[in-house]
């Protein structure tokens, strides 16, 4: 049998014979690398070589990157309220956890009324207004950095309500006290009439936001969206913070028939964005807008170009 016959080395690519190749070479971006190995050539010394591709190359690349796919807290807001706003019949209710001064309770209360949902939904806001509490659990101790301070966040009710009146907002709530008090049986019974869409959970601590859950799941329905303002602490470690209490919740913490689901439409690349997803008998769904009267039909052969 002949010996299998090799390509002619003039055809075979480049990084088949590198000793390090890159990705990036595999993808047919070694020109790239010439052109950057070029310019290195024409610098002098290894301080300006690291001067020039950390200013000029490795921050404006950064900086683009950042632009383009950075997550920003509120974009899934407008995402998720024109969602159910669209399929669901409301009223609806959207609740902030950790309302401190009230940055993000305006934003919520502006998203309301610019999409024009004011008069379907109502936005919760629960803090203490005392900051922080003791951090005494041990899922609560930062590994890489200090940990949580009791009293940070403080805030003034006063002064918060005083906003939101004074901008003329008429479409929410503020409830004074630690959460396991401000969450109380009038305000459940009143969230199942006004079932949850978002629960925005920026109380920092893993045993507050335990507490959060422990009262709340009961009332939320399959799809409901819940935000980890804080799961990132420690790396999203699944021994402290929220990531915790994600991965309690996933393992069977508050039963076998509920998950939480990272939505990658709303996170991108964040983590911080969840749906509720609950696999249980007469569980309570959405009241739909619209229900289908047709059977969907498949769609017929146009062509074989990858254009619909």
């Known amino acids: 049998m002949e010996d299998e016959k090799l390509q002619p080395e003039e055809h075979i690519p480049a990084w088949v014979n590198d000793p390090h190749p890159t990705s990036d070479d595999r993808k047919g971006l070694r020109g790239v690398r010439r052109l950057l190995g070029g310019l290195r050539s024409l610098l002098p010394g290894d301080r300006a070589k690291t001067w020039v591709y950390l200013n000029a190359i490795r921050a404006p690349r950064k900086i683009l990157r950042r632009a383009v796919?950075?997550?920003s807290r509120f974009d899934h807001v407008y995402d998720v309220i024109g969602e159910f706003s669209n399929k669901f019949k409301g009223p609806f209710s959207i609740l902030e956890f950790g309302t401190a001064q009230g940055y993000g309770f305006a934003k919520l209360l502006g998203a309301t009324r610019y999409l024009r949902m004011e008069d379907r939904i109502t936005v919760h806001g629960f803090d203490s207004f005392e900051g922080l509490p003791p951090a005494t659990d041990r899922a609560d101790r930062g590994v890489v950095s200090n940990d949580w301070m009791k009293g940070a966040y403080r805030a003034s009710y006063d002064t918060l309500r005083g906003y939101c009146e004074s901008k003329g907002y008429r479409n929410f709530q503020l409830h004074k006290g630690w959460f396991e008090h401000s969450l109380t049986p009038q305000i459940l019974r009143r969230l199942e009439r006004e079932?949850?869409?978002?629960?925005w959970i920026d109380c920092d601590l893993y045993s507050s936001s335990l507490t959060v859950l422990e009262r709340l799941l009961p009332v939320l329905r399959s799809g409901c969206v819940i935000y980890f303002d804080d799961i990132d602490f420690n790396f999203f470690s699944r021994f402290t913070g929220q990531?915790?209490?994600v991965h309690e919740l996933n393992r069977g913490r508050f039963g076998d028939n509920l998950e939480l689901v990272v939505d990658p439409e709303l996170s991108w690349e964040s983590g911080r964005v969840f749906r509720l997803v609950r696999?249980?008998?007469?569980t309570p769904l959405y009241e739909p807008l619209y229900r289908r009267t047709t059977l969907p039909v498949a769609r017929t052969i146009v062509d074989g170009s990858p254009f619909p």
């Open 195 to 199: 079932p949850p869409i978002l629960v």
């Open 69 to 71: 796919s950075e997550f």
């Open 243 to 245: 990531a915790r209490l």
């Open 279 to 282: 696999f249980e008998e007469n």
